[in-house]
């Protein structure tokens, strides 16, 4: 049973720029969380989604950031015109329940130039 | 709003030796997570606490749960280096009535040195 799939591992963007991150939960998980560390910080939560839908995205910028998790397919995080103060590792959970254990993939760690 | 505090934020300790990392938080929750996380990679979930006076043992970690005073400890005892890492408690949050997401712990960088 593969973990939580993150890509790309790196992914390296201008200011400006389009970031799409991919997140493929584990099998049989359908509820999904995204979150980003800034260097030597704990992590914030940004969304919560479920198949289809957004639950609680509390945590996401008003602006720029978007995120889905169609029927189909993986879990998109997706920053536009990027900025340098994107620059962080997010990362992705996802548990089998609201409530449940989350396990954390390995993070994508964007750098903008 | 639930926020949850850790300390301290480092620490470094010789090997053999024992300590303890706090963490608090600020509203009432059901469940609390410890995890550890590795320079450059995922977090590995540790423990999950669930009810007040909790207690649960790892090899040389230890975690409780005081409810009561929203307060958990993870005990490290005879330190060793591989132990050396960033050590994030999370707690959930409620959102119409079930736990929706964590709220990290600003973390507690271990060093153990020989």
């Known amino acids: 049973n593969a973990g939580v799939m993150q890509n790309p591992r790196h992914l390296v963007r201008r200011r400006g720029q389009e970031a799409r991150l991919r997140c493929s939960p584990m099998?049989?998980?359908?509820?999904v969380y995204w979150y980003r560390q800034l260097p030597e910080e704990g992590l914030k939560f940004m969304v919560y989604l479920q198949k289809e839908n957004i639950i609680d995205e509390s945590g996401m910028p008003k602006e720029r950031f978007s995120a889905e998790f169609p029927k189909e397919g993986p879990s998109i995080l997706r920053i536009q015109q990027v900025v340098r103060g994107d620059s962080a590792a997010y990362f992705c959970?996802?548990?089998?329940?609201?409530?449940?254990?989350?396990?954390f993939g390995s993070g994508t760690q964007l750098s903008v130039l | 709003e639930l926020k949850v505090e850790q300390n301290p934020l480092f620490l470094s300790m010789q090997e053999g030796k024992n300590y303890t990392i706090y963490c608090n938080y600020s509203t009432t929750s059901d469940r609390l997570y410890w995890y550890r996380q590795d320079p450059g990679k995922s977090l590995e979930s540790l423990f999950v606490?669930?009810?007040?006076?909790a207690v649960k043992q790892e090899g040389r970690l230890m975690a409780s749960l005081d409810t009561k005073a929203r307060l958990s400890t993870l005990h490290i005892t005879a330190a060793v280096h591989d132990l050396s890492a960033t050590y994030f408690c999370a707690v959930g949050s409620n959102y119409g009535g079930a736990t929706n997401k964590l709220i990290f712990g600003t973390g507690t960088l271990l060093a153990v040195q020989p």
């Open positions: 099998k049989g998980h359908s509820h």
């Open positions: 606490l669930l009810s007040n006076g």
């Open positions: 959970a996802s548990s089998p329940s609201q409530g449940e254990k989350l396990f």
